[in-house]
């Protein structure tokens, strides 16, 4: 996405003495979409980052013990 292409798509809010307030987000347009998306999976990460984590293969067992407990 071109910097034209993103000024293209966002609309500042701003209140009577002319201090932005909000921002608004054109989605019917795709790339706009996708950057979005990209931004909230980002913000995701972040708040996930000290979450505890697994080694994939002991996941992999759990699922697949749960599957034929079932």
Known sequence: MTV???KKNISFLTDSKGKKVA????????????LFED?????TVL????????????LKNEI????VSR
Request: negative net charge.
């Open 23 to 34: 921002v608004q987000f054109d989605l019917r347009n795709q790339q706009m979409q996708d």
């Open 4 to 6: 034209a292409t993103l």
């Open 64 to 67: 697949l013990a749960q599957r």
């Open 39 to 43: 931004l909230i999976d980002t913000v």
């Open 47 to 58: 708040e996930r980052q000290d979450e505890p984590t697994k080694p994939f293969e002991e």
